[in-house]
C-alpha cells in the first residue's frame, strides 16, 4: 500500500514540473539510453546504459544553458589476461555546464556541449592483477546534437547523441551515449 500511495504522490508531483516551466524561463530534462565506449575505454568496457538529469535557464528561444548529471554505467569486459574481472562493478559520474544551441527550432534540431567534471570509478572483486578499488576523477568535456519533438506545450521528447571525453589518468575515457528523454 505505501508503494502505490509513493508512486500516486511521486506521478503528482512530477505532473506539476510541466506547469512551472510553461510559466517560466527554466528548462528540465531527463532521459536515459545506451552508451557505447570508444577509443581505449571500448578494450575495457562493453556497451553500456546512461541515466542523464539537468536543469538549465532559456536566455533566448534560440539559446540555453544546462547543469546536468549523468551517470553511465560501465561494463568490464572479461579477458583472458584478466578473467575475473566481469565480476568488477564500474560507472562513471558526471557533472557538466552545457550550452544548447537551437539550430533550427521548427525541426527542433540543436547542437549541446560543455566542459565538467568525470569520475571513473571501477571496483573489482577477486583476484587481479589491476587495483580492487580505483576512482579516477578528471576534467572534461562534451560535443553533440539532438532533437527535439512537441508533446503539448512546452513539454518534448528529445533524443541527441554525444561525444564525452575526461582526461583521466592512464587511460582517457572516451563514451557516445545516445539518450532519449523529456524536456520541458
Known sequence: MRKTLASIALAACISTLPLFAQSSRFTVNFGVGMGFNQGR???FADTSGNIVA???YNFTDAIAATAE???YN???KNSIDQPNLNTGIGQLDSISANLLVRIHNKAGIYGIGGAGWYRR????EGPSIVPAFVADPALGFNVGLGT???FGGRFKLYGEVRYHHAYNRV???QILPVTFGFRW
Open 74 to 76: 560501465l561494463d568490464i
Open 148 to 150: 527535439t519533438f512537441p
Open 69 to 71: 548529471y549523468q551517470y
Open 121 to 124: 570509478f571501477v571496483r573489482v
Open 54 to 56: 539537468g536543469i538549465g
Open 171 to 173: 587511460i582517457p575515457t
Open 41 to 43: 575505454t571500448s578494450n
